[in-house]
């Protein structure tokens, strides 16, 4: 046992030489200099509340003596009784004086300054002041009065703290001679401390105040990391401690850091000593500046920084000089490593918020690791001291961290455990405060961790592989739509998928990473910004297809995120100018801002996709045909949830959904169509894919021709491509590989075997179908000749009971529906159709107009016509009007707003007529209501003009708005509540021919603590007034509904299905399907369609706003309006006529009476109708048993038709109305003889 005591104590040694000073001395001093500035701080802190209390003693003394001497002698008095009459009101309107004591003192010493003698009085608490007289000689001896005694206290103009005059006395009285002699004593006393005040600051410090100031400034130089020379000497101080502290580690690798007996210094350990000699001595240079620098240097030398110097500073440059070490404060040098987070924020290496916050907690936890490392391995060396035989422990510096780092994990193997009382007394100590410290920095640690390497990595490209950037504002719920439809979108148009980059400067949550992570192998996420250049860089912009600014829908603050929006734009373009830019925005008028920035060109197919203008303009077209909104809506979806509905619930379901699997795309045209018109090309397609031409895209010149147009237009595939509605992308791409050579439309591979544009084209297989056609078309008419002659002699079924089963839903089935015996109406308020029994026929008055008014077919019975159902299209006869410069829109002269601006009353006296009222709920905040796109669309030249009744608050319409509605013939603003029953009575609701509801978002869309369906709560009551208002009239208005949260779309259906509809998803609600309302999110969703489809945002611009769009958008932006036509001007812009036609109008109604044995389909009606009247079917508005109708698109050729359907069908604009204009073309008659 012995033997290992003198081993382990092998580096004590007792026979080192004796240093020159004892080993306590850099103790002591470290010691007197902290205690002497807590000393100076606690005699700062007393002396002055001394002063106070000795001050108020002598002044309590002093009024007690004054009060005695008064009493004793009362004629003294009389100066004061002159002084005060002399005052006047200056005496009696003197305030009370304060009741602080340092107030009164004050007022001692400043009676004292001025040579008077102060009194106070018990009765008003007042002090009295009185000037000691003093020796007048000369004229102003003979001229001073007691108006001059008075006005000589007051010295330039000013007066005592309480703002009153100085009571004096003209004589000596006995009150100023015992009053003298006190004051004598304390001038006196006043006098010797401040000479012995400034004989200190003289000879101690022998600086004047100007001097001094240059010191603390020259210091601060140095000190301040505001200064390029301070930063510098902060930074080599934290290195030379850095490495002060290393010195310490070697040094202690098996020597201990305290010892009481001593530790004779080996070769090494001088060695470092002498290493640490300079840097110590810089430190100490660094602390005189700093201390010197110091405001208060009492206050810095308490400092915790200042403390660490103290202890570190006087041990190491007393080390080289010893001869054995006692102690080694160094460990606490290891506090430097965490002014390497203010050196990394001064050099400007870290800059962000996130980043210095890490930094700071890393290097916080790695400081107190070391440092409690440090205390443990001293005094585990050090032993109980106190007792006879101390601890034999001879740890090292490793070892007491593993030991603290084990412990504070919570682990505790056993393997090191502190033997001395000093150790576990202050492990007890620095375990509990370093777990709090851990558990509230760790987490936060991790939370930054997670989010800084989000923003700081890069992406990296793989090659073959394309991506396309996504930034701009959006929330969770409109990103995920967006990227299922965008990926989707890529692989229906037979592309490689692109993935997406999104960059977004907030970091991501949790619930966006639950959406990512459904499409990790394609989407990114990155936070930055695309204003910054080098969040550009880590995401490749350079190598990016295409960039897409999204926006959020149902924002509040529209202008404000268009601005942003816009921004990000504008630097995508400038760092590449060649880049294709989406850029989707909220108003209609922030899209010239865009438009001004030089680099924005529309060569590479940018696009800037105002949502305003796509809404209100199919707002518009739902109104002249109802569910023309939800039929393009359908066909802009190309979401992956084209699936199946898991459960079919209702027939009309399954109908829906075929419809609702349509797309719209854009596709190049097989140079076997060359030449060929538009009319059988679109026959042709048809009738062999199921697909509907639309439109082309012509490229030179730049055009959207939509079908029908004219007869002779010829196709060229070279500068065109085709816009279709088909089941999907594959099926649209066999137009355009379509060969009758080498059948590459089979495979859906180009063709390679394309044959000059001299050669005769060989088509045999178009000629002949085309044939086919108008050998149908001939048969067609020679039956529809045969029943008008022979109507009542032919072939009828008597009840459709005694029909074929296929028969029996055809057009032949008109006998009324009923459910249970009663009557089938609309089970909600808008009625889609009216059902009457016989009965109902019999007692109620309207049966005989409606009967009247309907078609008789084979079985006897009656089909309510069209009015019926909605508003006869029948155009009443309107003003002409003039038309603009474009030739597209009426135009009328410059109309007021004020004249605009009706009042309900004057609103009824108008007893408007078939008109189109739009009710605007609330007061939106996100900018204009953009109504030019809304009325645009009703004012083409080829539209009768009805009256556009916009009812709601007139300050909506500010002047720049109606300055692009002026010269649209009749407008009205109604000043009103669209809640209210009597402003609604006021514009005739139930006279009108539709009905749109248009409203905002009131409360945020992201905010957790509101209820998301309350965003659309003015609007649905209002919905719910007008439908109220219908139902009760029996009047059959379509009201259309805009909902900001489309959850809200199931309070609209009936009650059948209304809990069916709150469970799909809101494109196959009810609501949704019979066109009744109009989803902002649906819309937002469609983008990616428009970004793989540029041609079909082109072909909807023109169907919106006319060929002449841009031309528009120019003269709006400049504020011009509408200009008039040139008076020689003869130019008419071509376009097409949207409507909804039932089998009561023309041309259907011909083919209603001469299908008499066979249903008619939907096939056959489409080729018919395009070529013979060059009318364009595209879809079915059908009604459904219970009273309804519903949106179905490109049904199958082989759906029978029913007596109560409606087709949505493009008319040209010449089309009329009258039975000639829906007569067989005499070439078509021709052609037939000619095939025969």
């Not at 409690?372 to 109980?384: A, I, P, Q, T, Y």
């Not at 309900?904 to 030019?932: D, K, M, R, T």
Request: glycine share 4%; proline share 4%; aromatic share 10%.
């Amino acid at each position: 046992m012995q033997a290992s005591s003198s081993s382990s104590l092998s580096y004590v040694a007792k026979d080192c030489a004796k240093s020159g000073a004892p080993w306590w001395m850099p103790i002591l001093l470290t010691a007197i200099i902290i205690c002497g500035a807590v000393a100076l701080k606690v005699f700062n802190y007393i002396m002055p509340l001394i002063n106070r209390r000795r001050r108020y003693r002598r002044n309590h003394q002093q009024s007690n003596t004054k009060t005695q001497a008064r009493l004793q002698t009362p004629h003294k008095t009389s100066d004061a009784d002159r002084a005060q009459r002399w005052s006047g009101h200056s005496v009696d309107d003197m305030p009370e004086p304060s009741s602080e004591e340092d107030s009164s003192e004050d007022f001692i010493e400043f009676a004292v300054q001025k040579k008077c003698t102060i009194s106070h009085s018990k009765t008003n608490n007042r002090f009295t002041v009185r000037t000691v007289p003093e020796k007048c000689t000369g004229d102003h001896a003979q001229q001073s009065t007691h108006f001059q005694r008075l006005s000589s206290i007051k010295r330039d103009g000013r007066t005592n703290q309480w703002n009153s005059t100085l009571l004096v006395n003209s004589k000596k009285s006995s009150m100023a001679h015992i009053m003298k002699r006190d004051d004598s004593l304390y001038t006196e006393n006043e006098r010797r401390y401040g000479r012995l005040k400034e004989w200190f600051r003289r000879t101690c410090i022998g600086f004047s105040t100007r001097q001094k100031l240059t010191v603390k400034l020259y210091c601060e130089r140095y000190t301040t990391v505001s200064y390029p020379a301070g930063i510098i000497m902060f930074t080599v101080y934290s290195v030379l401690c850095t490495f002060s502290w290393l010195f310490y580690i070697i040094g202690t690798v098996d020597q201990p850091p305290f010892s009481a007996e001593g530790i004779c210094y080996s070769m090494k350990m001088r060695i470092l000593a002498w290493l640490d000699f300079p840097i110590n001595i810089f430190c100490l240079g660094y602390y005189v500046l700093r201390c010197l620098a110091a405001t208060d240097r009492v206050r810095f030398v308490l400092s915790y920084a200042s403390i660490i110097d103290l202890m570190a500073i006087p041990s190491s440059l007393f080390a080289p000089f010893e001869s054995h070490r006692h102690l080694d404060f160094n460990f606490i040098r290891a506090t430097c490593i965490f002014n390497y987070v203010d050196v990394l924020t001064y050099l400007g290496m870290i800059k962000s918020n996130q980043s210095i916050q890490s930094a700071r907690i890393c290097f916080a936890l790695f400081t107190m690791w070391m440092v409690g490392s440090g205390l443990v391995h001293g005094l585990e060396n050090l032993g109980d001291f106190w007792v006879g035989s101390p601890q034999e422990v001879n740890w090292s510096f490793f070892e007491a961290c593993y030991f603290l780092l084990v412990t504070l994990a919570t682990v505790g193997y056993g393997d090191y455990v502190t033997r001395t009382t000093l150790g576990k007394l202050f492990i007890c100590i620095f375990i509990p405060v370093a777990m709090g410290v851990s558990v509230s920095f760790i987490p936060e640690l991790f939370r930054n961790f997670n989010t800084n390497q989000v923003s700081s990595e890069k992406y990296e490209t793989i090659h073959g592989e394309r991506h396309v950037l996504v930034c701009g504002n959006f929330d969770n719920n409109s990103l995920r739509a967006f990227i299922k439809g965008f990926l989707c979108g890529g692989h229906c148009k037979g592309r490689a998928r692109f993935n997406l980059v999104i960059l977004r400067p907030i970091p991501i949550d949790l619930a966006l990473k639950a959406i990512l992570s459904h499409f990790h192998a394609w989407v990114r996420y990155f936070v930055g910004t695309p204003n910054n250049p080098r969040d550009l860089t880590r995401t490749k912009m350079k190598d990016a297809r295409a960039a897409i600014v999204l926006a959020t829908p149902n924002t509040k603050h529209r202008d404000a995120e268009d601005g942003a929006n816009i921004m990000q734009a504008i630097s995508l373009k400038a760092q590449k100018k060649t880049l294709r830019v989406v850029l989707q925005l909220h108003n209609f008028r922030n899209k010239c801002l865009i438009n001004n920035f030089p680099r924005w060109t529309y060569l590479v197919n940018d696009m800037v996709v105002c949502m305003e203008e796509l809404k209100l303009g199919l707002m518009a077209y739902n109104c002249l045909a109802p569910g023309f909104a939800t039929l393009i809506l359908n066909l802009l979806n190309i979401h992956d949830n084209k699936r199946s509905v898991s459960k079919h619930f209702e027939r009309w379901r399954e109908e829906y959904e075929y419809g609702f699997c349509m797309e719209l795309h854009d596709v190049g045209i097989s140079h076997e169509f060359d030449n060929l018109t538009m009319r059988d090309l679109a026959t042709f397609v048809y009738d062999k894919w199921n697909m509907i031409l639309v439109a082309l895209r012509c490229v030179d010149p730049a055009k959207i021709v939509i079908n029908p147009s004219d007869l002779n237009f010829v196709i060229n595939v070279n500068k065109m491509r085709a816009i279709v509605i088909a089941r999907d992308y594959s099926e649209a791409l066999q137009l355009r590989c379509y060969c009758t050579a080498c059948l590459a439309h089979t495979v859906l591979q180009p063709c390679n075997c394309r044959k000059p544009q001299t050669d005769k084209r060989q088509k045999v297989t178009i000629e002949r179908d085309l044939a086919l056609y108008e050998q149908i078309g001939y048969t067609r008419r020679m039956e529809l000749n045969s029943d008008c002659i022979d109507d009542d002699t032919s072939l009828s079924y008597q009840d459709s009971g005694s029909q074929p089963p296929s028969f029996r839903h055809s057009i032949t089935v008109t006998s009324p529906l009923t459910i249970g015996g009663k009557t089938a109406h609309g089970i909600s308020g808008l009625r889609a159709g009216t059902m009457h029994n016989a009965r109902s026929h019999a007692s109620n008055p309207r049966a005989e107009y409606h009967k009247a008014n309907s078609v008789e077919l084979r079985n006897g019975a009656s089909i309510g016509c069209l009015a019926n159902e909605f508003r006869t299209p029948t155009r009443r006869h309107s003003e002409v009007y003039p038309l603009d410069r474009t030739g597209s829109f009426h135009w009328v002269n410059d109309i007021p707003l004020s004249k605009a601006i009706l009042t309900p009353n004057q609103a009824a006296e108008y007893n408007f007529s078939h008109h189109f009222l739009v009710c605007v709920v609330g007061i939106p905040s996100g900018g204009p209501l953009s109504l030019e796109n809304f009325i645009m669309p009703l004012r083409f030249h080829w539209q009768p003009v009805y009256d556009i009744v916009v009812l709601g608050n007139s300050q909506l319409i500010s002047t720049n708005e109606w300055a692009k509605l002026k010269n649209l013939p009749r407008i009205f603003i109604v000043n009103g509540d669209p809640c209210s029953f009597t402003d609604l009575y006021a514009v005739q609701l139930c006279s009108s021919r539709a009905c749109v509801i248009l409203g905002g978002a009131e409360e945020e869309a992201d905010s957790i603590s509101t209820d998301l369906c309350l965003q659309d709560r003015k609007t649905l009551l209002c919905a719910m007034n007008i439908r109220s208002l219908l139902q009760r009239d029996l009047h059959l208005v379509h009201l259309t509904t805009e909902l900001c949260y489309e959850k809200n779309a199931h309070l609209f259906s009936s009650v059948d299905t209304q809990k069916n509809d709150y469970k799909l998803p809101v494109w196959f609600n009810e609501p949704f399907a019979r066109g009744l309302i109009f989803s902002n999110s649906l819309l937002y969703s469609c983008l990616n369609s428009l970004f793989y489809n540029d041609d079909v945002f082109h072909f909807l611009r023109v169907l919106i706003s006319g060929q002449s769009a841009d031309e528009i958008e120019a003269l709006f932006a400049v504020g011009a309006g509408l200009q008039p036509a040139l008076p020689e001007q003869t130019h008419r812009m071509v376009g097409v006529v949207v409507e909804l036609r039932s089998f009561q109008q023309p041309p259907f109604s011909f083919m209603a009476k001469e299908q008499r044995r066979k249903p008619l389909t939907f096939g056959e009606v489409f080729t018919r109708c395009l070529t013979c009247w060059q009318l364009l079917c595209l879809g079915l508005y059908r009604l459904e048993p219970r009273g309804f109708r519903y949106v179905l698109a490109n049904p199958k050729p082989s759906t029978i038709l029913y007596a109560q359907d409606m087709i949505y069908c493009f008319l040209t604009i010449g089309q009329k109305d009258t039975p000639e204009a829906w007569r067989f073309p005499n070439t078509h008659l021709a052609i037939n003889k000619k095939a025969r």
